[in-house]
T-cell receptor, first 112, second 112 residues
Protein backbone atom coordinates (compact mmCIF):
# COMPACT_ATOMS: atom_id res chain seq x y z
CA UNK A 1 0.00 0.00 0.00
CA UNK A 2 1.22 3.52 -0.76
CA UNK A 3 0.24 4.79 2.64
CA UNK A 4 -1.71 7.97 3.27
CA UNK A 5 -1.34 10.34 0.33
CA UNK A 6 -1.58 14.10 0.71
CA UNK A 7 -1.50 16.81 -1.91
CA UNK A 8 -0.08 19.26 -2.49
CA UNK A 9 3.08 18.77 -0.45
CA UNK A 10 3.73 22.50 -0.41
CA UNK A 11 1.33 25.37 -0.93
CA UNK A 12 2.12 29.07 -0.95
CA UNK A 13 -0.79 31.43 -1.23
CA UNK A 14 -1.71 35.01 -0.53
CA UNK A 15 -3.91 36.11 2.30
CA UNK A 16 -7.58 35.99 1.37
CA UNK A 17 -7.23 33.15 -1.13
CA UNK A 18 -9.01 29.83 -0.81
CA UNK A 19 -6.83 26.83 -0.04
CA UNK A 20 -7.82 23.19 -0.49
CA UNK A 21 -5.76 20.37 0.97
CA UNK A 22 -6.40 16.80 -0.14
CA UNK A 23 -6.00 13.42 1.46
CA UNK A 24 -6.36 9.84 0.29
CA UNK A 25 -6.47 7.43 3.25
CA UNK A 26 -5.17 3.89 3.24
CA UNK A 27 -7.65 1.57 1.55
CA UNK A 28 -9.90 -0.18 4.03
CA UNK A 29 -9.36 2.34 6.82
CA UNK A 30 -12.60 3.74 8.19
CA UNK A 31 -11.22 6.56 10.31
CA UNK A 32 -9.66 9.71 8.90
CA UNK A 33 -8.06 12.50 10.95
CA UNK A 34 -6.86 16.00 10.08
CA UNK A 35 -4.13 17.57 12.24
CA UNK A 36 -2.30 20.88 12.18
CA UNK A 37 1.25 21.39 13.45
CA UNK A 38 2.87 24.71 14.34
CA UNK A 39 5.87 25.61 16.46
CA UNK A 40 3.69 27.49 18.93
CA UNK A 41 0.84 24.99 19.37
CA UNK A 42 2.41 21.67 18.44
CA UNK A 43 0.32 18.95 16.81
CA UNK A 44 -3.42 19.54 17.15
CA UNK A 45 -6.35 17.44 16.02
CA UNK A 46 -8.75 19.48 13.90
CA UNK A 47 -11.44 16.98 12.94
CA UNK A 48 -11.97 13.28 12.42
CA UNK A 49 -14.35 11.15 10.37
CA UNK A 50 -15.66 7.65 10.82
CA UNK A 51 -17.13 5.96 7.75
CA UNK A 52 -17.09 9.32 5.96
CA UNK A 53 -19.14 11.03 8.69
CA UNK A 54 -17.60 13.87 10.73
CA UNK A 55 -17.56 12.77 14.36
CA UNK A 56 -15.68 15.51 16.21
CA UNK A 57 -14.84 18.90 14.73
CA UNK A 58 -14.21 20.66 18.03
CA UNK A 59 -10.61 21.34 17.02
CA UNK A 60 -11.52 23.28 13.89
CA UNK A 61 -10.32 26.80 14.67
CA UNK A 62 -13.14 28.80 13.12
CA UNK A 63 -15.70 28.97 10.36
CA UNK A 64 -13.04 29.66 7.77
CA UNK A 65 -12.08 25.98 8.04
CA UNK A 66 -14.22 23.22 6.60
CA UNK A 67 -13.61 19.54 5.94
CA UNK A 68 -15.44 17.01 3.84
CA UNK A 69 -15.19 13.34 3.08
CA UNK A 70 -17.39 12.58 0.07
CA UNK A 71 -16.28 8.94 -0.11
CA UNK A 72 -14.05 6.44 1.65
CA UNK A 73 -11.01 7.28 -0.44
CA UNK A 74 -10.93 11.07 -0.40
CA UNK A 75 -11.11 13.98 2.00
CA UNK A 76 -10.51 17.71 1.72
CA UNK A 77 -9.68 20.44 4.20
CA UNK A 78 -10.56 23.88 2.94
CA UNK A 79 -9.59 27.29 4.30
CA UNK A 80 -11.51 30.26 2.97
CA UNK A 81 -10.32 32.96 3.27
CA UNK A 82 -6.80 32.05 4.31
CA UNK A 83 -4.80 34.17 6.76
CA UNK A 84 -1.06 34.27 7.60
CA UNK A 85 -1.74 32.61 10.97
CA UNK A 86 -2.99 29.53 9.11
CA UNK A 87 0.58 28.84 8.01
CA UNK A 88 1.42 25.37 9.34
CA UNK A 89 1.98 21.78 8.33
CA UNK A 90 -1.31 19.93 7.91
CA UNK A 91 -1.30 16.17 8.38
CA UNK A 92 -3.89 13.64 7.43
CA UNK A 93 -3.98 10.24 9.15
CA UNK A 94 -6.11 7.15 8.76
CA UNK A 95 -6.85 4.10 10.84
CA UNK A 96 -8.75 0.85 10.80
CA UNK A 97 -11.62 0.28 13.22
CA UNK A 98 -9.04 -0.67 15.84
CA UNK A 99 -5.32 -0.05 15.66
CA UNK A 100 -2.83 2.73 15.26
CA UNK A 101 -3.03 5.86 13.15
CA UNK A 102 -0.96 6.10 9.98
CA UNK A 103 0.07 9.61 9.05
CA UNK A 104 0.66 11.11 5.65
CA UNK A 105 3.70 13.20 4.74
CA UNK A 106 1.88 16.47 5.38
CA UNK A 107 1.18 19.64 3.42
CA UNK A 108 3.28 22.66 4.32
CA UNK A 109 1.06 25.72 3.91
CA UNK A 110 2.47 29.23 3.78
CA UNK A 111 0.07 32.16 3.64
CA UNK A 112 1.72 35.50 2.85
CA UNK B 1 -7.23 11.50 28.86
CA UNK B 2 -4.38 11.54 31.37
CA UNK B 3 -1.63 14.08 30.92
CA UNK B 4 1.94 12.93 30.30
CA UNK B 5 5.29 14.43 31.27
CA UNK B 6 8.46 13.80 29.27
CA UNK B 7 11.96 15.29 29.34
CA UNK B 8 12.41 17.95 26.70
CA UNK B 9 15.51 16.42 25.17
CA UNK B 10 17.93 13.51 25.48
CA UNK B 11 21.11 12.35 23.80
CA UNK B 12 22.18 8.76 23.22
CA UNK B 13 25.31 7.29 21.67
CA UNK B 14 24.86 5.34 18.47
CA UNK B 15 24.64 1.60 19.14
CA UNK B 16 23.59 2.04 22.74
CA UNK B 17 20.11 1.52 24.15
CA UNK B 18 17.98 4.67 24.29
CA UNK B 19 15.65 4.78 27.28
CA UNK B 20 12.91 7.40 27.08
CA UNK B 21 10.86 7.95 30.24
CA UNK B 22 7.28 9.14 30.52
CA UNK B 23 5.24 9.98 33.59
CA UNK B 24 1.48 9.54 33.53
CA UNK B 25 0.58 9.56 37.21
CA UNK B 26 -3.14 10.24 36.62
CA UNK B 27 -3.66 7.35 34.21
CA UNK B 28 -6.87 5.41 34.71
CA UNK B 29 -7.55 1.72 34.34
CA UNK B 30 -8.85 1.76 30.78
CA UNK B 31 -6.18 4.04 29.34
CA UNK B 32 -3.44 2.75 27.09
CA UNK B 33 0.06 4.17 26.74
CA UNK B 34 1.01 4.91 23.13
CA UNK B 35 4.36 5.97 21.69
CA UNK B 36 4.77 7.76 18.38
CA UNK B 37 7.81 9.45 16.92
CA UNK B 38 8.26 12.21 14.37
CA UNK B 39 11.37 12.36 12.27
CA UNK B 40 12.14 15.82 10.96
CA UNK B 41 9.73 16.96 8.24
CA UNK B 42 7.77 13.71 8.28
CA UNK B 43 4.41 12.67 9.71
CA UNK B 44 4.32 10.97 13.10
CA UNK B 45 4.97 7.23 13.09
CA UNK B 46 3.44 4.70 15.45
CA UNK B 47 5.96 2.76 17.55
CA UNK B 48 4.21 0.69 20.19
CA UNK B 49 1.44 0.71 22.77
CA UNK B 50 0.47 -1.16 25.94
CA UNK B 51 -2.01 -1.35 28.77
CA UNK B 52 -0.17 -2.88 31.73
CA UNK B 53 2.08 -5.64 30.47
CA UNK B 54 5.46 -4.96 28.93
CA UNK B 55 5.38 -5.04 25.15
CA UNK B 56 8.01 -5.61 22.48
CA UNK B 57 7.95 -5.35 18.73
CA UNK B 58 10.50 -5.00 15.96
CA UNK B 59 11.03 -1.34 16.72
CA UNK B 60 11.12 -1.05 20.48
CA UNK B 61 10.15 -2.29 23.92
CA UNK B 62 7.70 -0.67 26.29
CA UNK B 63 8.12 -1.12 30.01
CA UNK B 64 5.17 -0.03 32.16
CA UNK B 65 5.57 0.13 35.94
CA UNK B 66 3.32 -2.01 38.08
CA UNK B 67 1.33 1.01 39.29
CA UNK B 68 1.09 2.21 35.66
CA UNK B 69 2.12 5.73 36.64
CA UNK B 70 5.15 5.75 34.40
CA UNK B 71 6.64 3.94 31.45
CA UNK B 72 9.88 3.71 29.49
CA UNK B 73 10.34 3.29 25.77
CA UNK B 74 13.51 1.39 24.93
CA UNK B 75 15.22 1.49 21.54
CA UNK B 76 17.68 -1.38 22.01
CA UNK B 77 20.40 -0.37 19.55
CA UNK B 78 19.94 3.24 18.56
CA UNK B 79 20.98 4.36 15.09
CA UNK B 80 21.29 7.84 13.60
CA UNK B 81 17.91 7.30 11.93
CA UNK B 82 16.30 7.15 15.36
CA UNK B 83 16.93 10.87 15.87
CA UNK B 84 13.40 12.24 16.23
CA UNK B 85 10.83 13.69 18.61
CA UNK B 86 9.20 10.92 20.64
CA UNK B 87 5.67 11.39 21.95
CA UNK B 88 4.18 9.49 24.86
CA UNK B 89 0.36 9.58 24.71
CA UNK B 90 -2.27 8.17 27.02
CA UNK B 91 -5.59 7.32 25.41
CA UNK B 92 -8.78 5.77 26.69
CA UNK B 93 -9.99 2.60 25.07
CA UNK B 94 -13.60 3.78 25.32
CA UNK B 95 -15.45 3.68 22.05
CA UNK B 96 -15.88 7.18 20.68
CA UNK B 97 -12.66 8.48 22.18
CA UNK B 98 -10.46 8.34 19.13
CA UNK B 99 -8.30 11.36 19.83
CA UNK B 100 -4.55 11.26 20.21
CA UNK B 101 -3.41 14.30 22.18
CA UNK B 102 0.22 15.03 21.36
CA UNK B 103 2.27 16.91 23.95
CA UNK B 104 5.69 18.43 23.37
CA UNK B 105 7.54 15.10 23.38
CA UNK B 106 11.22 14.30 23.90
CA UNK B 107 13.71 15.33 21.26
CA UNK B 108 16.11 12.38 21.04
CA UNK B 109 19.45 12.98 19.35
CA UNK B 110 21.63 10.00 18.49
CA UNK B 111 25.30 10.91 18.66
CA UNK B 112 27.71 9.19 16.25
Amino acid sequence: DAGVIQSPRHEVTEMGQEVTLRCKPISGHDYLFWYRQTMMRGLELLIYFNNNVPIDDSGMPEDRFSAKMPNASFSTLKIQPSEPRDSAVYFCASRETVGEQYFGPGTRLTVT
Amino acid sequence: DAKTTQPTSMDCAEGRAANLPCNHSTISGNEYVYWYRQIHSQGPQYIIHGLKNNETNEMASLIITEDRKSSTLILPHATLRDTAVYYCIVRSSNFGNEKLTFGTGTRLTIIP
